[in-house]
């Protein structure tokens, strides 16, 4: 398959640096930082551990008691995950700001629940449609980054 790739980014992920890293380190010794893949590069170079949302999660669910770790990813999930976690593990935000995505701040029960409605109803909200000629490899690549989350 070919891919094409553009200069897309995610505006919340591009914020982080490797400063925030050594702020952290400073300000928290021993703490363990992980990031989303989609940071910048030298970023993800200088984390502990980098991977997507679920990955994140599942990696600070089953650290040990006691583990202290920065995270590097929207601020909900950062804020969600150290509620989680109280009083076993010390989860921060890797940006001492929050990183606020105004996109995924929309999903919500709110929306799901519209779209819910809308198939009951027998609407299709949002549908996305891919040319026939382009369904297979759009699958491929679909399953391949499914694979790996």
């Known amino acids: 398959a070919r891919i094409i790739l553009w200069k897309g980014h995610c505006s919340v992920h591009t914020r982080f640096t490797v400063r925030q890293i050594e702020n952290i380190r400073a300000q ?3 703490v363990r930082v992980i990031v989303h893949p989609e940071v910048p590069w030298d ?3 200088a984390a502990d551990d980098s991977g997507s949302t679920e990955y994140i999660i599942r990696t600070v669910s089953q650290s040990p008691k006691g ?3 920065a995270v590097g990813t929207e601020i ?4 969600r995950l150290a509620q989680q976690m109280q009083p076993d593990r010390t989860v ?3 940006d001492q700001f929050g990183c606020l995505c105004s996109t995924m701040f929309r999903v919500s029960p709110n929306h799901l629940l519209w779209v ?3 198939l009951l109803d027998g609407e299709v909200h949002n549908r996305i449609v891919v040319a026939d000629e382009r369904k297979y490899w759009t699958k491929v690549a679909l399953d391949r980054m499914l694979s790996i989350s």
């Open 92 to 94: 921060l935000s890797l």
């Open 43 to 45: 970023v993800v170079q």
């Open 67 to 69: 583990s202290v770790w």
């Open 28 to 30: 928290h010794p021993g």
């Open 116 to 118: 819910l409605e809308g």
């Open 76 to 79: 909900h999930l950062v804020n």
